[in-house]
């Protein structure tokens, strides 16, 4: 007697396919969902101050940022892109003294910051960090300035 082949359903295949593909998801979700707490994100931040000095201060209260964050200013003399030696690459003079050169790890975010600044007419640049030292290497918090 010769064997009968009955053919198989897909329906068991794809089931237990998109079985795992929801709990993947929902492992990947479940962080994002508790980062927010569930909830949108936050609304932009305005401040006012009645000087212009008294503005920095004023922001970090109202951001809920402790007191030990420190702006630190500086002025970028050049820019470059060295592919094949660890990327991109910032060098940056500092008003508080010396300088700093930073060559890969920066993102497309910060690259552009540093673009703006560096095609602009002073090249001025501003961090805002709470590290004592190797602060010229935070750039959480960066701005190009005029």
């Known amino acids: 007697m010769k064997p009968q082949i009955t053919p198989t359903s897909m329906i068991p295949i794809m089931s237990r396919w998109l079985t795992r593909l929801t709990l993947l998801l929902c492992f990947v979700t479940a962080p994002l969902i508790a980062q927010t707490g569930g909830k949108a994100a936050a609304p932009g931040l305005n401040v006012t101050a009645t000087q212009l000095s008294e ?70 640049i501003a961090v805002l960090s709470d590290f004592v ?13 005029r």
């Open 55 to 124: 503005l920095d201060a004023a922001t970090l209260q109202a951001a809920g940022l402790p007191g030990t964050y420190a702006w630190h200013y500086g002025k970028i003399t050049g820019i470059g892109d060295f592919s094949q030696a660890g990327g991109r690459e910032v060098v940056i003079v500092w008003d508080q003294g010396g300088a700093s050169r930073k060559q890969g790890v920066i993102s497309d975010a910060e690259w552009e910051i540093f673009k703006l600044a560096f095609s602009g007419s002073s090249g001025r």
């Open 133 to 145: 030292t190797g602060w010229q290497f935070d750039y959480r918090f960066l701005e190009a300035q």
